[in-house]
């Protein structure tokens, strides 16, 4: 099968590109790097299938960082049949570097001015006919948003594809000429592939080059002692890219005329609205306002506090703010209008996909009952297969809510603008902005944006980086804080703060110790020098309506997967634990009945650990249904979402002491938080409880996250990352649930911060150094 | 008649339950172990853009090598 490969500048399109080639569904953002890793899709509109390989982007052929080596290799190594270029058209100055470099490599070639339509837009023109003569390749306009050009494109690769093309250079004319001719020859002769492109690395002392060509690099040397130019003091990378540039700008940007009508000096759009929303001062206050607002939206009761402000709505009984004198009418109507006020759009979706989920529920265990099945299979259906996967479920929309959220805000181009202005507050305190990208693509999941930080250049910061990715809550944590939050907002009616601004306060305070921790690292073992920041600031365009589409079903099919294979076999696994004790006996019992789950494998299982999590709130201080907490917390380590689904399944099968006091909210996740806080027989409290989500928050993630940073990591700091995340939780966690039991504790703590604060400024400042007495021996 | 009927059926659906029960526990431990063998994470982070099964499969072959 024939191959080609998608090459470009970051940010250029490439996979917008390959989506639309190959009907994938690739995560494509409107920043750069978003690709790390190459990926293959199959075109078949053309008369033969053709593998199309998306590569990384890349500003050059002059590889610094992971994933610009993986591009480099691929169109050197695997030799594909075409390269198709894609060329940014609104920045074609800077995106043709890099094609001037790919030119010298002997690969059919085609080139592809991306966003022709944006160029048109703005009043601008491509004369793409007097470009493909200047640099005599093909040049073919496209919009890969739009999909205009696309099947030209394909069908001048094919063709080009069908041609051997030996490269060539426009440093041609340069001082340099002779002596990358030379060269040239010399590995020519040595049957060396690609002779003009290794011969131009050489003359720019390309490392990998010198290594693998030692003779050849004499003869460079040997013309580097006769060149006399001091323009560029001898550095002949600097040359080259100086001389490719003057090529371009003499011959390639001819071919583009800007719009006579435009004002040059003029702000765009873009620059306008950058003056607001980076600004030095505003730019963080903003961002927290635009992030609380997204929580507001997703989480909370009571749309912009309009019935905290004017108080309209009111219980008319039974819970209700409408009675229509019909329970399943109310419990609908509940669902857009309720005692807390209008819902917001999370709040909505949650509500109803609660309202379908009970009926569903009921309906199944009536079904069953009627069957006349085993009380115990009722329960295995009821409790461990029905409620865990319902469980999590029930909070899909709520979560859909906030990622559609997280997607406009990517795919507008403000995230790149939150790396830029968290680049320009915490590079003082060790933190590069660069490393701020993956950090944000911990939202989603931490499988994803720990591959992501292969394009931190930095060793240490990439290891800093990998460590505090879990600390922003992703998407399967996300249930245990709504849940958790909206439990203690449900139960404590009259606690100042509600469910929204709690589950916000939860997301930040997983951001600031991410920060914190950073600081801490570099303080400690991985001090050095903050890798500069540089980053193309993308131009805001509207969110894509398929983009979004695309990123909500990914998160869908995601979560669908998770809860009909790991989620429904976990609760499987935990309703059978927690239903027969070691003599096999089953321990489940009639509705009615008093449970003996504390007769179970799992209650002597999760009982054994209590101890480590009392510090913490939620171990022997609980009463004697308090171990289903260790038992969430670590069915967590499998998946995150399980938590949620434990706490469901353990209520169920305890359900003659919690669910009878939940009352009306019943079987919601809500419910069972709130049932779990008016309970005495699990005896946790708000302190606890929020321990337990910083616990969760902070801990070691799941099992494939944690395998994914295991393979990010240089060999041997995986058990240091597994200690660090186990220890900041635990004594996270302690320290919280200290504070808010004890106030006075708090002085505690923040002395001990302080001292430790207190050491590393006069360390710092060299007042302190702690000598240790060398041994004997070594002093020997 | 009725009621050995019903008891009949209620045993068929408890059956029924328990075999699914077990299948599905069984099939995601197998379904797992294939995944890993093939090199993929397992993470099921149902992103066609994460790049993360590919390359790991790519990795452990080179280190095979």
Redesign the interface.
Known sequence: MLKFALAGNPNSGK?TLFNSLTG?????GNWPG??????EGTYKKLSVPVAIVDLPGIYSLSPYTPEEVISRNFILDEKPDCVINIVDATNLERNLYLTTQIMEIDVPMVVALNMIDVVKKSGDKIDAKSLETQIGLPVVEISALKEEGIQELMERAYAAAQKKREGKTVLEGSPLSHVINDVRIALKGKGVENPLFHAVKLTEEDELEVKDHPDEMQMVEEFKKQFRDDTFEGDFEAMVADERYKYISAHFSQALTHSEKKDQGALTKSDKADRVLTHRVWGIPIFIVILFAVFHLTFGEDLLYLNAIFGFAKDVGDGYAVNTGNDVLNAFVSVFYSTAGVSTPGAILFNLMGFITDQLGGLIATG?EN????VW?QG??ND??WGGVAGVLSFVPQILVLFLFISILEDSGYMARVAFILDRAFRKFGLSGRAFIPMIMGF??S??A??NTRTLADEKERIMTNRVIPFFTCGAKAPILAAVCGGIAAHYTNMPLSADVLVFLLYLFGMVMAVLMVMFMRQTSMRGEVAPFIMELPAYHAPQFHNLMVHLW??????I??AF??I??SS??IW?LSNFNWEWECLTVAEGEISRMNESILHDIGSFFMWICTPMGFGLQLGQYGWVFVVAAVTGLIAKENVISTFYVLAGAIGVTVLGVAGEDGESGIGVIAAFLASEDVGITWQGLIAFCVFNMLTVP?F??A??VK?ELPKGKFRWTIAFWLLTSFLTATAIYLMFTWWWTAFIVAALIALVVAYFILRNKGKINFHFKKSKKLQE | MFFSLLSAAGTVVTVVIAVAAVGIVAATLIFHFIRKKQGKTGCGCGCSGCSGCSSHRERKEKAKK
């Open positions: 996979t994938s569904t690739a995560h494509v978003v690709t790390v890793d190459k990926r069953l069957a006349g099945a085993a299979a295995l259906v461990g297969i989603g999941c499988v994803p720990a591959i990914d998160k869908l099919k995601h979560y997967k998770k294979t790991i429904l076999a499987i696994v059978f799941c494939a996250a395998a994914t393979g």
